[in-house]
């Protein structure tokens, strides 16, 4: 056996000693632990994933196992939980950011996670900016975590210092799942020097003495197809949903053991919804003066062709159909336990929609609604253009206890009175905390929540919808 072959069983045996590690002590993971095989790779200097393998390179791997042990099953979970929340299938405008964002999503998680095999020494750098973006964020998911950096307009030193107190693995092997193509042929962009991970958070940089290569060799390793990368995302989704699963079971210590791993894992399955396409849901059928190029009166054109002869008239026809939204009600959610800055940025989306005249008649009847255990108030919006002079001049009324009955109660009052005998449906905005009617309303209602803050959607009747926006 070469010696080349006997690093790389060496390599695979300490994985596996860190996978059983880690399998004894949290064994919700067990899917998940058993999904990566190991692959000896020399183009990195340290150990990375593909979301297929964890690709190591031998010389790291055993000095690493040597010096501080634990530190392998922190890698090893610390690339198990990129996978998980599948941070290699998504990117954002600036990848070194996202990068960032997703390191520091998974080390949250590690740093809260009461498992003698991953804990770590505190650091007081760590401690600073997690209670920075616990301020602007209750779950910290790396979607979440990248917007908040993003509006901070970090500068370059401050970007590497906290690169090199998060990063554990080598993200080049992300490459060739962001690009939307078949990676072959594009070579990957070289990663900066990753730290030898000899300190507790990785902030030793000690070099290995090679060069990390950016060239042929992981190129053409690594080619995957458009299909391909879906099809293990969609793997690694249902991972993560067996997973979610696993620990809802979980006893009561056990749960306190994983820290903030379930409020993420909840909060990042989710789906995501389009607003504007689940507002033609409400979407009516309607005449509005509009010039319709594509119809035209059929009796002017016979009449030219017998008058004239071969010379057909046209006129396009003043009015046309559209199926689009002529009354709706939206309440707001303004008790103490819904944040000001969330109602803010659900008004600007709306806003923004309205604004776009693409979903809306040029004349509605939008009641937005504000309630906390009572309605506090009802603004009615005539005009797409209104909408922006109402966000720009909102401010919460109430700030009390939740109760979405009032609502509902105000809503078929008006209806009585004909004033919404149009009505599309409702969308009421809340973070869940409160006491929903117990029977249907007799028009479609959706609940919408911020999927990356802290809420309960559990207690939604079966005959509303859910939106996460």
């Not at 006129?315 to 000001?340: K, M, P, V, Y």
Request: aromatic share 10%; with cysteine.
């Amino acid at each position: 056996m070469g010696n080349r072959e006997e690093l790389d069983l060496l390599g695979k045996k300490i994985l596996t000693a860190s996978r059983t590690e880690l399998y004894l002590d949290m064994h919700f993971l067990g899917g998940a632990l058993d999904a990566l095989r190991y692959v000896c790779d020399l183009t990195t200097v340290s150990i990375g994933t593909d979301a297929v393998s964890i690709r190591f390179n031998p010389g790291w791997l055993f000095r690493t196992w040597l010096e501080q042990p634990r530190l392998v099953d922190r890698a090893y979970m610390h690339m198990l939980l990129h996978c998980i929340f599948r941070h290699m299938f998504f990117s954002a405008g600036d990848p070194a950011l996202w990068n960032l964002s997703a390191d520091i999503a998974v080390e949250h998680i590690l740093d809260h996670m009461d498992e003698p095999c991953l804990r770590l020494p505190d650091s007081d750098l760590r401690s600073e900016w997690y209670g920075r973006l616990e301020g602007s964020a209750k779950v910290l998911t790396a979607e979440r975590i990248c917007r908040c950096l993003s509006d901070m307009h970090l500068d370059f030193d401050t970007t590497e210092l906290l690169s090199d107190e998060f990063r554990r693995d080598d993200h080049g092997f992300w490459e060739r799942l962001r690009d939307g193509k078949d990676g072959a042929g594009q070579p990957d962009a070289e990663q900066p020097p990753l730290p030898d991970m000899q300190g507790p958070h990785g902030g030793d940089k000690k070099e290995d003495g090679k060069k990390q290569d950016s060239g042929k060799d992981r190129k053409n390793s690594q080619a995957i197809t458009a299909g391909q990368r879906k099809a293990e995302e969609e793997e690694w989704k249902n991972r993560a949903e067996r997973l979610h699963t696993e620990m809802a079971l979980l006893s009561k210590e056990a749960s306190d053991a994983t820290g903030s791993m379930d409020r993420v894992l909840r909060a990042d399955l989710r789906k995501r919804t389009d607003y504007r396409a689940y507002l033609r849901h409400f979407a009516v059928l309607r005449e509005e003066g509009r010039v319709d190029p594509d119809s035209f009166d059929y009796g002017l054109y016979n009449f030219g062709m017998e008058f004239y002869g071969n010379m057909p008239l046209f006129e396009e026809n003043e009015f046309r159909e559209a199926r689009r939204i002529d009354q709706l009600a939206i309440a707001l959610d303004t008790s103490g336990s819904c944040q000001d800055a969330l109602v803010q940025k659900f008004l600007n989306e709306t806003a923004s929609i309205l604004a776009s005249q693409e979903s809306f008649f040029h004349r509605v009847e939008i009641h937005i609604i504000e309630c906390d255990d009572q309605v506090q108030a009802d603004t009615v919006i005539r005009d797409p253009a209104e909408m922006k002079k109402y966000t720009d001049a909102f401010h919460v009324k109430g700030g009390f206890g939740t109760d979405f009955r009032p609502v509902f109660s105000y809503i078929a009052k008006l209806r009585q009175q004909g004033i919404l005998r149009r009505l599309c449906g409702l969308l009421y905005f809340t973070d869940g905390f409160g006491k929903y009617p117990s029977k249907p309303p007799g028009y479609e209602t959706a609940f919408v929540f911020r999927s990356d803050e802290e809420m309960d959607d559990s207690g939604v009747p079966d005959w509303a919808a859910k939106l996460y926006v």
